[in-house]
């Protein structure tokens, strides 16, 4: 008789442990800039809390110990949750969610987390004076604009250096440019395309100093233009805007490297 109990208690024993690891799921996301989409590594710091925001689970990541911009937590289907992710840079993003998910399902993923940069960032000196930095970059409609001012550069500076510190952008070493993936298939200056589509000429030889600021815009294509209506998408180009103390002399009178 002891020995059928047992076999039952064993039984009824496997079955729970059986039923919470079936019910068990490992939670995916990603964080990212809201604007750019990419992903964010360094100062992220993501927490789960249940639905009575007490705190589960919290991981904290930077440069020197992750790769990618990806994180999984523990978590049981059918459950409500709260997710938190923070960064020094943006503004905090809250969500709340219920694990939705079929027995088959091994991860459950709720979505690109995308944190919105700060319009500012404060840092406080002495705990009494607060310093403010200026704003990198803005949208107006279409066009995003880089403001010059705000990037911090080494004396001596070209237009190469400038745009490899721009959100967003990369700039290859062929001279290829590309903005949030697409190709910017025209450099232009102060709205002209002086160099028909060679970079290296604005590249290494215009000081960063004289910029004011940096748009990228699609511009009609030769097809629409030829047409006289929009009929693609148009080329994506990046406009190099002067001071205007250097906007009279013109770009033969920057010097070369």
């Given at each position: 008789m002891r020995r059928i109990f047992f076999f039952i208690f064993l039984s009824l024993y496997t079955a729970t442990i059986f039923a919470e690891k079936s019910d068990s799921i490992k939670i995916w996301g990603h964080v990212c800039d809201a604007f750019t989409m990419h992903g964010l590594i360094d100062g992220v710091q993501v927490e789960l809390l249940d639905k009575d925001s007490v705190l589960?689970?919290?991981?904290?990541?930077?440069?020197?110990?992750?790769?990618?911009?990806?994180?999984?937590?523990?978590?049981l289907r059918g459950e409500?949750?709260?997710?938190?992710?923070?960064?020094?840079?943006?503004?905090?993003?809250?969500?709340?969610?219920?694990?939705?998910?079929?027995?088959?399902?091994?991860r459950y993923s709720i979505g690109p987390l995308k944190l919105r940069r700060l319009p500012m960032n404060s840092?406080?000196?002495?705990?009494?004076?607060?310093?403010?930095?200026?704003?990198?970059?803005?949208?107006?409609?279409?066009?995003?604009?880089?403001?010059?001012?705000?990037?911090?550069?080494?004396?001596?500076?070209m237009l190469d250096a400038m745009i490899s510190q721009l959100p967003g952008a990369r700039l290859e070493r062929n001279g290829q440019l590309f903005?949030?993936?697409?190709?910017?298939?025209?450099?232009?200056?102060?709205?002209?395309?002086?160099?028909?589509?060679?970079?290296?000429?604005?590249?290494?030889?215009?000081?960063?100093?004289?910029?004011?600021d940096i748009k990228v815009y699609n511009r009609l294509s030769e097809l629409s233009q030829r047409l006289g209506q929009k009929v693609d998408d148009g080329d994506l180009v990046m406009d190099i805007n002067l001071k205007k103390q250097y906007q009279q002399s013109g770009y033969r009178a920057f010097p070369a490297r």
């Amino acid at each position: 008789m002891r020995r059928i109990f047992f076999f039952i208690f064993l039984s009824l024993y496997t079955a729970t442990i059986f039923a919470e690891k079936s019910d068990s799921i490992k939670i995916w996301g990603h964080v990212c800039d809201a604007f750019t989409m990419h992903g964010l590594i360094d100062g992220v710091q993501v927490e789960l809390l249940d639905k009575d925001s007490v705190l589960l689970q919290r991981q904290q990541w930077s440069l020197e110990d992750r790769t990618e911009s990806s994180f999984t937590m523990d978590a049981l289907r059918g459950e409500t949750y709260i997710i938190r992710v923070s960064h020094p840079e943006y503004s905090s993003l809250t969500k709340k969610f219920t694990v939705r998910s079929s027995k088959r399902e091994k991860r459950y993923s709720i979505g690109p987390l995308k944190l919105r940069r700060l319009p500012m960032n404060s840092q406080a000196l002495d705990e009494v004076v607060i310093k403010a930095t200026k704003i990198k970059f803005f949208t107006r409609g279409d066009t995003v604009i880089y403001n010059a001012n705000a990037f911090n550069l080494a004396e001596g500076s070209m237009l190469d250096a400038m745009i490899s510190q721009l959100p967003g952008a990369r700039l290859e070493r062929n001279g290829q440019l590309f903005v949030n993936g697409k190709k910017v298939e025209s450099l232009l200056l102060n709205g002209k395309d002086f160099f028909k589509g060679d970079h290296s000429v604005l590249l290494d030889n215009l000081p960063a100093y004289t910029i004011e600021d940096i748009k990228v815009y699609n511009r009609l294509s030769e097809l629409s233009q030829r047409l006289g209506q929009k009929v693609d998408d148009g080329d994506l180009v990046m406009d190099i805007n002067l001071k205007k103390q250097y906007q009279q002399s013109g770009y033969r009178a920057f010097p070369a490297r």
